[in-house]
């Protein structure tokens, strides 16, 4: 994790000289279950031990924020009372979740923002989501009596998105981010939100990411068009069906996409049968941990790779190669992470083959495209808190 204390230098150096509070809140992982939230399904994320430190203090002022990226050196004022906000892609976060936040009936007032981060950026580990729900815990304290639930937290990260930053996104990343637990992933229902804490511990086995370090941009990316692929299935069978109630494709059956497949045509045909599949393969994965069967996590993990690049559509070259290296080195399951279009793979290995396999990635993915990928161990961490 990040030194307080770096923090808190930045903070006393950049505003008034006196000190606030401090909050944190990791970056995620996703086991299995990708796309799968903004159409009702289940997914199987987990906290990391790296995120976003912020320190904050109300300034005294009715609605000026002054914050300051430690990491990009870069200083932002602007008011809440400003409709257009700030135009520095991380200033509009600090500017989404407060107003997100007083619309949930948090008095967010004006304040002081020093942050900076240990996940990295565009990796597909939700960094954005990740400052959200740090922003969102320390208004909530300074303003908000805490009274604003986890669950609303969640919410204004997702509408922060939404409103402010222009990606559709669901809501694994806030969820994963402000209920996160160390040692445990989380099973979440993403329709009736229900979830359960699973304790991971593969006993012989070790969950890495290499990251390809290909940026992975979801604003203006084509993320949002394959969300309206789902949802222009979901209207297909909608209207086919007016006898029932169909919302997301958590409600259709395989038979119902195949009634429609010529109507919606291949490409939305497609994204929809990786989202079914996704479906059933979190629910298998489910399954086979509780019996700890190592194998079939990995081979479903495979699966979804397939599919996230086959159908969906969402890799890119390089981390089709991860996946390859992966295969080749006898790694038990590897697949893209995240919404894609670059960032990392996570791969589940087992313990004796790791030092073997990390060694060739880096070889062979530095040959082909000239750096290494960077390595980047699973430790599962806590949720958003309160440091000091
Ligand atoms: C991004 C989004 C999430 C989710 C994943 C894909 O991380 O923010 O809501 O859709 O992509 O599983």
């Not at 008095?107 to 960094?127: E, Q, R, T």
């Not at 400052?131 to 909530?140: D, I, P, V």
């Amino acid at each position: 994790m990040m030194d307080i204390e770096f923090v808190r230098s930045r903070f006393i150096k950049h505003f008034d000289g006196k000190t606030g509070r401090v909050y944190t809140s990791p970056g995620r992982i996703n086991l299995i279950g990708e796309h799968t939230d903004y159409n009702g399904g289940f997914v199987f994320p987990g906290a990391v031990d790296k995120g976003i430190m912020a320190e904050m203090r109300a300034n005294g002022t009715e609605d000026t924020v002054m914050a300051y990226s430690i990491d990009l050196k870069d200083r932002v004022d602007f008011k809440l009372s400003d409709p257009a906000g700030p135009k520095a892609s991380w200033a509009r976060y600090i500017y989404g979740i407060a107003l997100e936040m007083r619309k949930l009936g948090a008095p967010v007032k004006g304040f002081n923002i020093a942050f900076a981060g240990d996940v990295p950026l565009g990796a597909g580990m939700s960094s954005s989501a990740a400052m959200e729900s740090c922003f969102a815990c320390g208004l909530n304290d300074i303003f908000g009596d805490n009274k604003i639930s986890m669950w609303d937290m969640v919410l204004a990260g997702q509408a922060t998105e939404h409103n402010y930053c222009g990606v559709n996104c669901g809501i694994m990343d806030q969820f994963a981010s402000v209920f996160g637990k160390a040692g445990c992933l989380m099973r979440l229902d993403c329709r009736s939100r229900e979830f359960e804490y699973f304790p991971f511990k593969p006993d012989g086995y070790r969950l890495v990411l290499l990251n390809s370090k290909v940026k992975h941009e979801l604003a203006g990316s084509p993320y949002n068009d394959r969300r309206n692929s789902c949802e222009n299935v979901v209207k297909a069978i909608a209207k086919k069906h007016p006898e029932g109630t169909f919302e997301t494709l958590r409600d259709c059956t395989w038979e119902q996409l195949e009634e429609v497949r010529a109507e919606v045509g291949e490409e939305d045909y497609s994204r929809a049968h990786f989202v079914l599949g996704e479906k059933d393969r979190v629910l298998a994965v489910c399954d086979a941990l509780l019996e700890g069967d190592y194998e079939t996590v990995g081979q479903k993990m495979y699966e979804t790779h397939y599919g996230l690049s086959k159908e969906y559509e969402v890799s890119c070259e390089e981390l089709d190669y991860l996946n390859d290296l992966a295969k080749e080195n006898g790694v038990t399951g590897s697949r893209i992470m995240g919404g894609g279009f670059g960032g990392c793979t996570i791969n589940l290995v087992r313990a004796d083959l790791y030092q073997k396999f990390i060694a060739d990635a880096k070889a062979k993915f530095a040959a082909k495209y000239g750096h290494e990928p960077e390595v980047i161990d699973v430790v599962i961490g806590d949720g958003s808190r309160r440091l000091c």
